[in-house]
């Protein structure tokens, strides 16, 4: 007999039952055999005013249920159908208890019928989709969805999606249904057993096959059969009055990229290693790059692009390269370069596997969703990237456990090396033309890059956006100490020590002098790393704890120190001693391993454990030498977390004052050609600090300006007679700007607004005014960074918003243009760095020992450099307006706001704004 399925929905008029909400509209859709055979809908008359929040959301007013029929009226008929059925819904704790609550009102007993819950079910099932809202969800997959929360056209969208679901269910392969049986029963109510019911209907001839390696099933594809797309003809330069050039498959190069081309065409021909184009934002630079660089080389020399976040290495890999493939009517071998925390880890997810069977009573039931689904994402993905899945599987806890169990493999036997895909990016890269990496990848893994991936002269290597390059090599070349990195470790490895020696007893026949000598001097060392760790800690808190209490309003301190502060400030001595006993004590584990690993760790399984600790005490003795070896070139910058009265971490770290000294030995490493891009390149040479910057003095440079049209599109408003951003501390700046954003909201054409904030502290602010005083409509509008969301589906819910208002810092969407239009931008302040900042500290006293101004020459070139890269993100460049309001004047009326006008285009102005205009005047 076929099971017949109620799919419900409801539209309330809230959700509770029984603080006297009620039903305002029934949906239902029957299905059997994978078919619709009956249906049901109605509106019902609640009794109750409909709340306006509810009419906005469903379209249904107290006016629309005026004459529709009462609950009791229609419940025989709807209590008839429902009879024999399985009660599916999306959300079905809801639907179900609401219906049923409804229905003993009515003089009904309970429902009493098996269930099926739909999100649940693409949660499993679907781990890739961007949301699991039903009409979100319904867009990206096809589902037709005529009027969203409407209780009718959501059920028939939901029934689509219980079939859908159903047929892919059918089509996996036994191993991996075998891999998700075990958990299936922790899904609500009945939804498990029947996707088991599902399976077992299958037609075995017309399920997918698996590859199964461990606990993992793997999609066994061909191989790729795309041919290259055919050459229309070799690339001409035409007229250059004309905007477009000759284009090959559609694609063409525009006026401005033709210009780049040729220019860097000259420069990879010419002597210069490095070389500068700037060009303004959207002009259109990477492609220009890399096809000069396609042409310019021979096929079998790699070309690396870096560029800032992860977010353009997509953009890279699913825009540009298509774009150049397409231009160019080949196929080019191309690769990313990520850093491995993005994949999977398969030999940390086998074990948690395991860990969950043996704790099977324990577990929770998110940890159980994010399990099902990423076993059914690894049969899927082709990439392993954990980017990939949706939002609600990413959760921190869970993979940080995954890497935590990973990093206690014994990677050398490994099941997993043939399907690693960490490591098949690198075996990707070896085989590619053009490899897209990050800038930050591209300076920790530097080594690898150069052993692998076999430079020469003729190789050239694109850093886009290449003012962040100092940042991101200050960073990543600095060595960092943790202090309660230090602790952990230290307590670990007493732990460590006085389990094995517990084990040992020093009663086996096999001990030997050398063993003993070598737990005492483990000891000994350990018992002086516990003096000297705290020696320096109480020195840092007495020092320090009372002045960062009192400045924990970024909860968090920051303290700079010179070579001759740091000697004076007493730290040499415990970080020397540390350096000492750490390496006694990393020699001593290390002999010791060697002595006992036969008898004892590897008996108990606890010889990668030892490795491992051996390895830290490498690694701390490594950072401790570099601490200690502080010139007057470099500096210490003292960080403290602050919570209430006390100090609960503190991290030491060292820099250089010139990121350059890092940069020099990479460029001159490097035996092929480095072309460095971006729109801020005009700023450092108007400051003449360019070779300053980079370390370069012989150099090829080339500029390409924007059109006497950029920026004209752009209307840009301020408030001269409000007292600027920068002149209210946080808690006024947030109201204001709250405040003015209600306004635009209620009384503009809203459309979509982007707020770029400079400091977290003023954004979280903001966030606070409107969710507590701002209208309760406005909130279901706001898109806030500070929410901790995943920073690319918080973009695309924004963009699917129109009328959405998106809160981020002026990072967010750093370098990429939004698909949908933005009809307002707001800048809250301009992006100078706190000056209290230990590396702003640092610098200010260097530039003073030279001779020069910290303001004029570092902090106003580098607040010009990241204005500039912003502004250049809201020009347009098509022809469509858009409305930029500033909130902070010095933007127009400071003593550098000249400086400033050169930064921005000529034909943008910023016209006078009264507050009282947001609510009285359109601003168009």
Same mark, same amino acid.
């Given at each position: 007999?076929?099971?017949?399925?109620?799919?419900?929905?409801?539209?309330?008029?809230?959700?509770?039952?029984?603080?006297?909400?009620?039903?305002?509209?029934?949906?239902?859709?029957?299905?059997?055999?994978?078919?619709?055979?009956?249906?049901?809908?109605?509106?019902?008359?609640?009794?109750?005013?409909?709340?306006?929040?509810?009419?906005?959301?469903?379209?249904?007013?107290?006016?629309?249920?005026?004459?529709?029929?009462?609950?009791?009226?229609?419940?025989?008929?709807?209590?008839?159908?429902?009879?024999?059925?399985?009660?599916?819904?999306?959300?079905?704790?809801?639907?179900?208890?609401?219906?049923?609550?409804?229905?003993?009102?009515?003089?009904?007993?309970?429902?009493?019928?098996?269930?099926?819950?739909?999100?649940?079910?693409?949660?499993?099932?679907?781990?890739?989709?961007?949301?699991?809202?039903?009409?979100?969800?319904?867009?990206?997959?096809?589902?037709?969805?005529?009027?969203?929360?409407?209780?009718?056209?959501?059920?028939?969208?939901?029934?689509?999606?219980?079939?859908?679901?159903?047929?892919?269910?059918?089509?996996?392969?036994?191993?991996?249904?075998?891999?998700?049986?075990?958990?299936?029963?922790?899904?609500?109510?009945?939804?498990?057993?029947?996707?088991?019911?599902?399976?077992?209907?299958?037609?075995?001839?017309?399920?997918?096959?698996?590859?199964?390696?461990?606990?993992?099933?793997?999609?066994?594809?061909?191989?790729?059969?795309?041919?290259?797309?055919?050459?229309?003809?070799?690339?001409?330069?035409?007229?250059?009055?004309?905007?477009?050039?000759?284009?090959?498959?559609?694609?063409?190069?525009?006026?401005?990229?033709?210009?780049?081309?040729?220019?860097?065409?000259?420069?990879?021909?010419?002597?210069?290693?490095?070389?500068?184009?700037?060009?303004?934002?959207?002009?259109?630079?990477?492609?220009?790059?890399?096809?000069?660089?396609?042409?310019?080389?021979?096929?079998?020399?790699?070309?690396?692009?870096?560029?800032?976040?992860?977010?353009?290495?997509?953009?890279?890999?699913?825009?540009?390269?298509?774009?150049?493939?397409?231009?160019?009517?080949?196929?080019?071998?191309?690769?990313?370069?990520?850093?491995?925390?993005?994949?999977?880890?398969?030999?940390?997810?086998?074990?948690?596997?395991?860990?969950?069977?043996?704790?099977?009573?324990?577990?929770?039931?998110?940890?159980?969703?994010?399990?099902?689904?990423?076993?059914?994402?690894?049969?899927?993905?082709?990439?392993?990237?954990?980017?990939?899945?949706?939002?609600?599987?990413?959760?921190?806890?869970?993979?940080?456990?995954?890497?935590?169990?990973?990093?206690?493999?014994?990677?050398?036997?490994?099941?997993?090396?043939?399907?690693?895909?960490?490591?098949?990016?690198?075996?990707?890269?070896?085989?590619?033309?053009?490899?897209?990496?990050?800038?930050?990848?591209?300076?920790?893994?530097?080594?690898?890059?150069?052993?692998?991936?076999?430079?020469?002269?003729?190789?050239?290597?694109?850093?886009?956006?290449?003012?962040?390059?100092?940042? =991101?090599?200050?960073? %990543? @070349?600095?060595?960092?100490?943790?202090?309660? *990195?230090? +602790?952990? &470790?230290?307590? #670990?490895?007493?732990?460590?020590?006085?389990?094995?020696?517990?084990?040992?007893?020093?009663?086996?026949?096999?001990?030997?002098?050398?063993?003993?000598?070598?737990?005492?001097?483990?000891?000994?060392?350990?018992?002086?790393?516990?003096?000297?760790?705290?020696?320096?800690?109480?020195?840092?808190?007495?020092?320090?704890?009372?002045?960062?209490?009192?400045?924990?309003?970024?909860?968090?301190?920051?303290?700079?120190?010179?070579?001759?502060?740091?000697?004076?400030?007493?730290?040499?001595?415990?970080?020397?001693?540390?350096?000492?006993?750490?390496?006694?004590?990393?020699?001593?584990?290390?002999?010791?391993?060697?002595? =006992?690993?036969?008898? %004892? @760790?590897?008996?108990?399984?606890?010889?990668? *454990?030892? +490795?491992? &600790?051996?390895? #830290?005490?490498?690694?701390?003795?490594?950072?401790?030498?570099?601490?200690?070896?502080?010139?007057?070139?470099?500096?210490?910058?003292?960080?403290?977390?602050?919570?209430?009265?006390?100090?609960?971490?503190?991290?030491?770290?060292?820099?250089?004052?010139?990121?350059?000294?890092?940069?020099?030995?990479?460029?001159?490493?490097?035996?092929?050609?480095?072309?460095?891009?971006?729109?801020?390149?005009?700023?450092?040479?108007?400051?003449?600090?360019?070779?300053?910057?980079?370390?370069?003095?012989?150099?090829?440079?080339?500029?390409?300006?924007?059109?006497?049209?950029?920026?004209?599109?752009?209307?840009?408003?301020?408030?001269?007679?409000?007292?600027?951003?920068?002149?209210?501390?946080?808690?006024?700046?947030?109201?204001? &700007?709250?405040?003015?954003?209600?306004?635009?909201?209620?009384?503009?054409?809203?459309?979509?607004?982007?707020?770029?904030?400079?400091?977290?502290?003023?954004?979280?602010?903001?966030?606070?005014?409107?969710?507590?005083?701002?209208?309760?409509?406005?909130?279901?509008?706001?898109?806030?960074?500070?929410?901790?969301?995943?920073?690319?589906?918080?973009?695309?819910?924004?963009?699917?918003?129109?009328?959405?208002?998106?809160?981020?810092?002026?990072?967010?969407?750093?370098?990429?243009?939004?698909?949908?239009?933005?009809?307002?931008?707001?800048?809250?302040?301009?992006?100078?760095?706190?000056?209290?900042?230990?590396?702003?500290?640092?610098?200010?006293?260097?530039?003073?020992?030279?001779?020069?101004?910290?303001?004029?020459?570092?902090?106003?070139?580098?607040?010009?450099?990241?204005?500039?890269?912003?502004?250049?993100?809201?020009?347009?460049?098509?022809?469509?307006?858009?409305?930029?309001?500033?909130?902070?004047?010095?933007?127009?009326?400071?003593?550098?706001?000249?400086?400033?006008?050169?930064?921005?285009?000529?034909?943008?102005?910023?016209?006078?704004?009264?507050?009282?205009?947001?609510?009285?005047?359109?601003?168009?």
């Amino acid at each position: 007999m076929s099971t017949r399925y109620a799919v419900v929905d409801l539209e309330t008029t809230g959700p509770k039952f029984n603080r006297g909400e009620r039903i305002i509209q029934i949906g239902a859709v029957f299905v059997e055999d994978d078919q619709i055979v009956d249906e049901f809908s109605t509106l019902v008359q609640p009794l109750i005013p409909i709340p306006v929040h509810i009419t906005q959301l469903t379209g249904i007013s107290s006016q629309d249920v005026r004459e529709a029929p009462l609950f009791e009226e229609i419940a025989p008929t709807l209590w008839e159908k429902l009879q024999g059925t399985v009660f599916v819904a999306h959300n079905i704790n809801f639907d179900y208890k609401f219906l049923s609550q409804s229905f003993q009102r009515a003089g009904y007993p309970p429902l009493d019928l098996p269930g099926i819950d739909t999100v649940e079910l693409i949660r499993v099932f679907y781990p890739r989709a961007h949301s699991y809202h039903l009409g979100s969800f319904c867009e990206e997959y096809g589902i037709e969805l005529e009027q969203a929360h409407t209780a009718y056209h959501d059920a028939r969208a939901t029934a689509d999606v219980l079939m859908m679901t159903k047929a892919k269910v059918q089509l996996l392969p036994s191993a991996l249904m075998k891999q998700l049986r075990p958990y299936l029963s922790f899904l609500l109510r009945e939804t498990g057993q029947f996707v088991n019911e599902w399976y077992n209907d299958r037609d075995d001839h017309h399920t997918l096959k698996g590859q199964t390696v461990g606990p993992f099933t793997f999609h066994q594809r061909g191989r790729d059969t795309k041919r290259p797309p055919k050459r229309t003809a070799d690339f001409q330069w035409e007229d250059e009055s004309r905007q477009i050039i000759r284009q090959n498959n559609d694609i063409c190069l525009r006026k401005d990229q033709v210009r780049m081309v040729k220019a860097l065409d000259l420069f990879i021909e010419q002597k210069q290693q490095v070389g500068f184009l700037s060009a303004y934002a959207g002009a259109g630079k990477s492609l220009a790059a890399l096809y000069a660089a396609w042409r310019q080389t021979p096929p079998s020399h790699p070309i690396v692009i870096a560029v800032p976040t992860n977010a353009l290495v997509d953009q890279m890999m699913n825009v540009t390269i298509p774009q150049l493939e397409a231009l160019t009517g080949e196929n080019i071998p191309h690769a990313r370069l990520i850093s491995a925390d993005h994949y999977i880890s398969l030999a940390g997810f086998q074990a948690l596997l395991t860990f969950q069977r043996h704790n099977w009573g324990h577990l929770a039931k998110n940890a159980v969703l994010v399990t099902l689904g990423t076993l059914v994402w690894l049969f899927e993905t082709e990439t392993g990237r954990l980017e990939e899945l949706n939002h609600g599987l990413q959760q921190v806890e869970y993979w940080r456990r995954v890497q935590t169990l990973a990093q206690k493999q014994d990677a050398t036997i490994s099941p997993f090396a043939e399907v690693d895909f960490a490591q098949k990016q690198w075996q990707e890269a070896a085989k590619a033309r053009i490899i897209v990496t990050n800038q930050a990848y591209l300076i920790k893994h530097w080594d690898d890059l150069q052993t692998q991936l076999h430079f020469d002269k003729e190789s050239v290597m694109v850093i886009d956006e290449c003012h962040q390059l100092q940042s =991101v090599i200050k960073e %990543q @070349l600095t060595p960092n100490l943790s202090l309660s *990195h230090v +602790q952990s &470790l230290l307590q #670990q490895t007493d732990h460590a020590i006085q389990t094995v020696e517990e084990a040992l007893g020093f009663e086996q026949p096999n001990e030997t002098i050398t063993t003993s000598d070598d737990f005492y001097a483990a000891g000994f060392a350990l018992e002086h790393l516990f003096e000297s760790y705290h020696y320096l800690l109480d020195s840092l808190d007495d020092q320090y704890r009372e002045d960062a209490v009192k400045k924990r309003s970024n909860h968090a301190y920051e303290q700079f120190l010179s070579t001759s502060a740091f000697h004076a400030a007493g730290w040499f001595l415990p970080l020397s001693e540390l350096w000492v006993y750490g390496r006694n004590l990393k020699k001593a584990l290390q002999s010791l391993f060697m002595n =006992v690993k036969e008898y %004892q @760790l590897a008996r108990t399984n606890r010889a990668l *454990h030892w +490795q491992r &600790l051996v390895s #830290q005490w490498q690694q701390l003795e490594d950072t401790l030498e570099q601490l200690l070896l502080v010139d007057e070139t470099s500096y210490l910058a003292l960080k403290a977390e602050v919570k209430g009265e006390n100090i609960a971490h503190y991290t030491l770290k060292k820099a250089v004052y010139q990121p350059k000294m890092l940069l020099e030995p990479l460029i001159q490493d490097f035996s092929g050609k480095w072309l460095m891009m971006s729109q801020a390149l005009p700023i450092y040479r108007a400051f003449s600090q360019l070779d300053e910057r980079f370390g370069v003095s012989d150099y090829w440079y080339q500029q390409i300006d924007p059109p006497k049209t950029y920026g004209a599109t752009t209307t840009g408003y301020y408030f001269p007679d409000e007292p600027s951003m920068d002149k209210r501390n946080v808690i006024h700046g947030g109201a204001w &700007l709250g405040k003015s954003l209600e306004q635009i909201y209620e009384h503009q054409r809203p459309g979509r607004i982007q707020v770029f904030f400079q400091s977290r502290e003023l954004l979280q602010a903001t966030e606070h005014w409107l969710s507590e005083q701002g209208s309760p409509a406005l909130s279901f509008h706001i898109y806030s960074q500070h929410k901790g969301d995943y920073l690319p589906k918080l973009r695309q819910q924004f963009e699917q918003d129109s009328q959405g208002i998106l809160l981020g810092l002026m990072s967010f969407g750093e370098g990429i243009h939004f698909e949908a239009d933005v009809d307002r931008y707001v800048l809250t302040r301009l992006p100078f760095k706190a000056p209290d900042q230990a590396d702003e500290l640092a610098m200010n006293d260097w530039l003073t020992k030279h001779n020069r101004q910290y303001f004029r020459d570092y902090a106003l070139p580098n607040m010009l450099v990241d204005l500039s890269q912003w502004l250049g993100r809201i020009w347009r460049m098509d022809g469509r307006e858009n409305t930029l309001i500033v909130f902070d004047q010095r933007l127009l009326t400071s003593r550098y706001a000249n400086i400033i006008k050169k930064v921005l285009p000529a034909s943008f102005h910023c016209l006078p704004l009264q507050q009282t205009d947001l609510t009285e005047k359109k601003l168009d």
